[in-house]
T-cell receptor, first 113, second 110 residues
Framework: DVKVTQSSRYLVKRTGEKVFLECVQD?????MFWYRQDPGLGLRLIYF???????EKGDIPEGYSVSREKKERFSLILESASTNQTSMYLC????????????FGPGTRLTVT | KNEVEQSPQNLTAQEGEFITINCSYS?????LHWLQQHPGGGIVSLFM?????KKHGRLIATINIQEKHSSLHITASHPRDSAVYIC????????????WGAGTKLIIKP
């Protein structure tokens, strides 16, 4: 069974704090993704990575950065959290060329106060 | 205009009813995905298809490539089918990304 885990299910942070969200997958997937999900807006891609140390901006990268030092681990960083970053954050992974089926983690609900 | 559009946005039905959720897209695709998200839960892939029809239990997914349209059907619906159903397509021009629909929220009443 593919397993994608995220470091926290719920997180509350203050405005201006640096926030780390971590994602780990155990299927040796090349691709990893960070999305945010907001009511009425669906899933929006923040960043993705197709290899260690490689990253590509998605649709809404502003205010975020990512790190992929190991194949199984992909971190999302909010350098200075703001209230408009309150959202559900979902990590996903997939093989590079197997129809791009993505496997999702359980999500982290982040509240910035 | 969104590249992937789902209808309806919300659907409430009685237990046992036959359910249809539609997805239309405007780009060339290599595959179309249907996914399910239960309240508070993660997202689970239901189907990935590039032609024809696939069936898994009470769920059936069809795709018409010429018309750029897919449907997800649920037969003999049950309250545990209540979830958000999301359509996404693998864009032919992108190796990595999916283009996402906004989702259909389904509620099945007992």
């Amino acid at each position: 069974d593919v397993k994608v885990t995220q470091s926290s299910r719920y997180l509350v942070k203050r405005t201006g704090e640096k926030v780390f969200l971590e994602c780990v997958q155990d299927m040796d997937h090349e691709n990893m993704f960070w999305y945010r999900q907001d009511p009425g807006l669906g899933l929006r891609l923040i960043y993705f990575s197709y290899d260690v140390k490689m990253k590509e901006k998605g649709d809404i990268p502003e205010g975020y950065s990512v790190s992929r030092e190991k194949k199984e681990r992909f971190s999302l960083i909010l350098e200075s959290a703001s209230t408009n970053q309150t959202s559900m954050y979902l990590c996903a992974s997939s093989f590079l060329n197997v129809g791009y089926e993505q496997y999702f983690g359980p999500g982290t609900r982040l509240t910035v106060t | 205009k969104n590249e992937v559009e789902q209808s309806p946005q919300n659907l409430t039905a009685q237990e046992g009813e036959f359910i249809t959720i539609n997805c239309s897209y405007s780009v060339g695709i290599s595959a179309l995905h249907w996914l399910q998200q239960h309240p508070g839960g993660g997202i689970v892939s239901l189907f990935m298809l590039s032609s024809g029809k696939k069936k898994h239990g009470r769920l059936i997914a069809t795709i018409n490539i010429q018309e750029k349209h897919s449907s997800l059907h649920i037969t003999a619906s049950h309250p545990r089918d209540s979830a958000v159903y999301i359509c996404a397509v693998s864009d032919m021009d992108s190796n990595y990304q999916l283009i996402w629909g906004a989702g259909t929220k389904l509620i099945i009443k007992p």
